[in-house]
């Protein structure tokens, strides 16, 4: 079965602009999370949309938000960017809620998205 | 707030070895630990989970174990292989993880020398 998909694969922006990120779950999957990668600060998370609603959120400002479509694809924005935002952005998807029961559910990631802010 | 210690951070060993990946962790209030690989500028991918009621898996060459009493899950690969030179991450699920996700190790960054 296909796995997550993210796209675009690279990004290059420029300071202050906004960026969009897509991920595609696994089908059947309804937990989609996000996480950024840093070398300095390994992997934090985001947020995580269940069913079209943010269902938890990461320690990370305003300028990233997101959202779930009825289909469970999910779009991550960053707006007004900054150098700090250069980073591998990862998308994981689960049948489980991350603060919901089932633990015998993982995650699958994505192969992320590495966007570079210049 | 919950926290994930990889030890050691990067290990290097002559192919053939068998060796363990140390993952500990502060809240025994874990619904499951998961251990990735992941090769540089990819993604992550999944090895094992081991539920919170579960003591071990396996999968191929690779063995994960959980001690939740001692806040410890160990990834045993045997027969280590040049392919197996990888980032190995652990990850662990808390019923009150909503802030902070699926909580990460740093990682081993492993390199098995041919």
């Known amino acids: 079965k296909a796995g997550v998909t993210q796209t675009p694969r690279y990004l290059i922006k420029t300071r202050g602009q906004q960026v969009t990120l897509s991920c595609s779950p696994i089908?059947?999957?309804?937990?989609v999370s996000w996480y950024q990668q840093t070398p300095g600060q390994g992997l934090q998370f985001l947020f995580e949309?269940?069913?079209?609603?943010?269902?938890n959120k990461g320690n990370f400002p305003g300028r990233f938000s997101g959202r779930q479509f009825s289909n469970s694809r999910s779009e991550m924005n960053v707006s007004t960017l900054e150098l700090g935002d250069s980073a591998l952005y990862l998308c994981?998807?689960?049948?489980?809620?991350?603060?919901?029961?089932?633990?015998?559910?993982?995650?699958?990631f994505g192969s992320g998205t590495r966007l570079t802010v210049v | 707030k919950q926290e994930v210690t990889q030890i050691p951070a990067a290990l290097s060993v002559p192919e053939g070895e068998n060796l363990v990946l140390n993952c500990s962790f502060t809240?025994?209030?874990?619904?499951?630990l998961q251990w990735f690989r992941q090769d540089p500028g990819k993604g992550l991918t999944s090895l094992l989970l081991i539920q919170s009621s579960q003591r071990e898996q396996t999968s191929g060459r690779l063995n994960a174990s959980l001690d939740k009493s001692s806040g410890r899950s160990t990834l045993y690969i045997a027969a280590s292989q040049p392919g197996d030179s990888a980032t190995y991450l652990c990850?662990?699920?808390?019923?009150?993880?909503?802030?902070?996700?699926?909580?990460f190790g740093k990682g081993t960054h492993l390199i098995i020398q041919p």
């Open positions: 994981a998807s689960s049948l489980a809620l991350l603060t919901g029961p089932g633990s015998e559910y993982g995650y699958t």
């Open positions: 089908s059947g999957h309804r937990s």
């Open positions: 809240d025994s209030a874990i619904y499951n």
């Open positions: 949309y269940f069913s079209e609603t943010q269902r």
């Open positions: 990850a662990g699920r808390y019923s009150g993880g909503g802030a902070d996700g699926l909580t």
